[in-house]
Structure formats: C-alpha cells, structure tokens
C-alpha cells in the first residue's frame, strides 16, 4: 500500500512551522520602528532629492529670484534684530535714568535731614570748647559765635547735647545759665562743627573774634580743635497740627 510521498509531507510540516509567524512582543514593537524609521528616511530622501532636483533643473532668472528672496529675507530679520537691540538700549537707558533720578532723591532726602537736625551727622570741621567757671559768658556770646559759624560755611552745628537747627534760640535763663531750644546748656560750652576746617578755624581765631572776645572776659577761655566731627544730638521731628498729605 502507498503511503504519503515523503517529499509532500516534508512540505506540508515545513510549511506547518513558518506559517503563521510567531513573533514576541518585543520583536513586533522593534520591527513597528524599524518600519517607521524607514519611512522617515525616505521621506528626508524624497524631499532632499526633490529639492535638488527643483534647484538643478530651475532657470537662472529663478534662481536669482530665490537668491533675492533669501537675501530679502535675512535683510528683514536683521532690521528686526536692529530694532531689538535698540528697544532693549532704549529700556535699559531708561532704567538707567530711572535708578539715577532715585538716587539722587535719596541723596537729595538725605542731605536735608541732615540740615533739618533729624538724622545724625559726621564730617570733618572743627570743636570749640567755651569754658567760663565765672559765669561771665552770656548768650548773647554763645548766639554771637553760631553766627559766625554759618557765615564761615557751617553745615552742621551741636552746642552741648543740643542740635542746632534754623529755628534754635539761644537765651538767660534766671538761674544765671543759658538755655539752648528749652534745654539748659552745661559747661564747659562745647560746639560741634560740620564743615570747611580750614575756614571755619581761621573764622573763629582771627583777631577780634569769637576767641577773642571771649578771652577778654574775667577767666573765661576758648580753644578751637581742627579734625573729624560726629554729630550725633538730633533735633525732634514736628508734627503738624493742621496739615495732611495730599
């Protein structure tokens, strides 16, 4: 009896093995992104060629319409980077300006609290010390001497613990002492001075002057002291009864 040709059943299991295909998971994803990897490749290919292609085979009056487009082109984003850049200068020269001007209000701020008496003050200028043991220094000669400290370019003045400001009065008490702004001042009289050493020294020394006059009453004495001042007595803060910020 015949059996099955073994050349036709060799087929058969042969056939029976490779179909259907078995693949893993992971070999299916790999072959997913090789496929897709292909494709993109060609695409870049195409479009590579297809470019070239158009360049090659375009005119010389075309290319030099292309030429013109791309030169056009980065001559326009050029001037928007000029533009750029001279915005951004623009800003920053006003932020500049800006941190300039409040600078200088602060500085501005400063320099009259200074004069104001509010803050305290240190410099170069000079120390007087009026001492008179007898009592024979009057206010007069103590208001004498402040007045020729401003007029020799004084810019900041403390008598005693007592911080000169514009409106400072100096007068007798009826005990025989002197008073500065209310506050009765303690010897010896020492004046502390914010300005030119150099003009504010010769000021108060010259012949006839402060030092002078008080060296002429009975045993009292005034020595003037060239160097670096701190002023540290401030004057109160006033607070307006009627007027309010606007």
């Known amino acids: ?88 200068a623009a800003i920053q020269n006003s932020a500049d300006k800006a941190q300039a001007a409040l600078t200088q209000a602060q500085q501005k701020a400063k320099d009259l609290q200074i004069l104001a008496g509010t803050v305290k003050a240190k410099g170069p200028g000079i120390t007087m010390t009026i001492s008179d043991p007898q009592g024979q220094v009057k206010a007069a000669a103590l208001l004498n001497a402040l007045e020729e400290l401003r007029a020799a370019g004084a810019e900041v003045i403390q008598i005693g613990d007592v911080r000169v400001v514009v409106s400072s009065a100096l007068v007798d008490t009826a005990e025989g002492g002197i008073a500065l702004d209310g506050h009765v001042l303690s010897q010896p009289y020492v004046y502390k001075v914010i300005g030119d050493p150099n003009a504010l020294g010769p000021a108060m020394q010259i012949p006839g002057g402060v030092v002078a006059n008080v060296k002429s009453l009975a045993g009292a004495n005034a020595t003037v002291v060239q160097g670096q001042v701190l002023v540290d007595a401030v004057a109160p803060q006033p607070s307006p009864d009627y007027a309010k910020a606007g």
């Open 1 to 88: 009896a015949g059996g099955p040709d073994p050349v036709s059943l060799g087929r058969r299991r042969l056939f029976a093995a490779l179909w259907p295909p078995r693949m893993s998971r992971n070999q299916a994803v790999v072959g997913v992104l090789l496929a897709a990897l292909g494709a993109a490749l060609a695409i870049q290919v195409r479009a590579t060629n297809t470019s070239d292609q158009f360049l090659r085979a375009a005119r010389s009056d075309d290319l030099v319409h292309i030429l013109d487009d791309v030169t056009a082109r980065g001559q326009r984003l050029d001037a928007e980077l000029r533009d750029l850049q001279t915005q951004n």
